[in-house]
């Protein structure tokens, strides 16, 4: 069974950063490709990055540049490293396993930046 666990979000003033992690059970981890999407109030869910088995990632056009993503595969760990926060990067944040035939979410965690 396939658990994935958010965490790290919160409040932070427009500039700051915040560093998300996701923990994820279950076999394979390291074989499966890894998103993070996001979820603005009022808004569809849209990816905001991906990462490979192999750490190949790739950026929304929103975040190029500002948010980093990295994964452990030894710990079944995923981060998002977000610099430079925006208020426009509000949402509830969730972390998801492509593993084809079937996909896995988490919960997701809430990030408000906001003065």
């Known amino acids: 069974q396939v658990q994935l666990v958010e965490s790290g979000g919160g409040l932070v003033q427009p500039g700051g950063s915040l560093r998300l992690s996701c923990a994820a059970s279950g076999i394979g981890y390291a074989i499966y490709e890894m998103r993070w999407y996001r979820q603005a109030p009022g808004k569809q869910r849209e990816l905001v990055a991906s990462?490979?088995?192999?750490?190949?990632?790739n950026y929304a056009d929103f975040v190029k540049g500002r948010f980093t993503v990295s994964r452990n595969n030894a710990q079944k760990m995923l981060y998002l490293q977000m610099n430079r926060l925006e208020p426009e990067d509000t949402g509830v944040y969730y972390c998801m396993q492509d593993r084809v035939r079937l996909v896995y979410w988490g919960r997701g965690t809430q990030v408000t930046v906001s003065s």
């Open positions: 990462i490979t088995g192999s750490d190949s990632s």
